[in-house]
């Protein structure tokens, strides 16, 4: 498969000069010699094509940066580590550096993607972190408003002008972005998120209260099974338990922001026994309420 694509794509295909793209290379001056958080994780290239028909990119050696690419619409093909895939809408790839590959449109009509390359000694743990083991197979990931919006700052503010200062700040962003994106491939992914936000929000809204698991499933109209499932695979906790964590973070705020008593405030996230509001706060935070309250003093 791949050898016919190349064959039909080199009379067509062009690596960049697309309507209306985005193509930042950044001098390698900036991060070759790179310490600090930038020696960590550094951007080398960035940039979006919204019509991209007849792409095409190879690199017989690999490149020396790691390639993340977002497929935004149309579809792609990808060839890497000897196997072929595609890259539909919403999917997205990381290339590890010095890997061999190739890729481009496979959509006549339209192939809209992003892309970042980065290097640095954390960039095989964000790759990892981001898409997982085998960063070379498509995976789901529909970015969200904050990515979106990542992506775009960190593209306009460095086409006003690469300096040190805001090549460093765009650095900065990339983890924020990378951290953004994780977010949304595991919401983008999980069929029960709208289950999960809107139990949340009735958590949110109950923390003077008290409300039972099965109490919200009977709001939500869902089992208990279905619910703790979606909610652990999701939030990484049980929903009982991310409750009380959102007392707790309430009650801290109160700890710090007002000068009321510890029975008080723990009437106003719902416990009734100030004993036992104590316990669960040591439980969470390692240390009492008073010890909390008193640990800026």
Not at 15 to 26: E, H, K, P, T
Not at 121 to 130: E, F, G
Not at 238 to 252: F, N, S, V
Not at 262 to 284: A, L, P, T, W
Request: glycine share 8%; net charge negative; with cysteine.
């Amino acid at each position: 498969m791949e050898n016919m694509k190349q064959e039909e794509a080199h009379d067509v295909k062009k690596r960049d000069g697309f309507a209306d793209q985005v193509l930042i290379l950044i001098p390698p001056e900036l991060y070759s010699s790179a310490g600090g958080l930038l020696s960590e994780l550094c951007i080398t290239d960035i940039g979006y094509f919204p019509k991209a028909s007849g792409h095409l990119v190879e690199r017989s050696a690999g490149a020396p940066s790691w390639i993340f690419v977002l497929c935004l619409k149309g579809r792609g093909w990808l060839h890497a580590n000897k196997v072929d895939c595609d890259i539909h809408r919403h999917e997205a790839v990381i290339i590890p550096s010095g890997t061999a590959h190739s890729y481009g449109s496979a959509d006549p009509e339209s192939w809209e993607l992003l892309w970042v390359h980065f290097t640095g000694n954390a960039a095989a743990t964000a790759a990892t972190s981001l898409l997982g083991s085998d960063t070379a197979s498509p995976v789901h990931l529909e970015p969200g408003t904050e990515s979106m919006e990542l992506f775009t700052t960190m593209c306009s503010s460095l086409q006003e002008g690469i300096t040190p200062w805001s090549y460093e700040l765009a650095c900065s962003r990339l983890w924020h972005l990378f951290g953004a994106l994780a977010t949304d491939r595991r919401m983008g992914t999980q069929s029960g998120c709208g289950i999960v936000e809107h139990s949340k929000r009735i958590m949110e809204n109950r923390l003077s209260g008290v409300l039972s698991l099965t109490e919200l499933c009977t709001i939500m109209r869902v089992s208990p099974q279905y619910l703790c499932r979606v909610f652990s695979e999701i939030t990484g906790h049980a929903p009982m338990e991310h409750y009380t964590r959102l007392k707790i973070q309430r009650a801290c705020a109160l700890l710090d922001l007002t000068a009321q008593r510890i029975g008080e405030i723990s009437i106003q996230v719902g416990y009734d026994d100030q004993y036992y509001f104590s316990r669960v706060f040591k439980k969470i935070m390692g240390i009492s309420p008073m010890a909390y309250r008193m640990r800026q003093k």
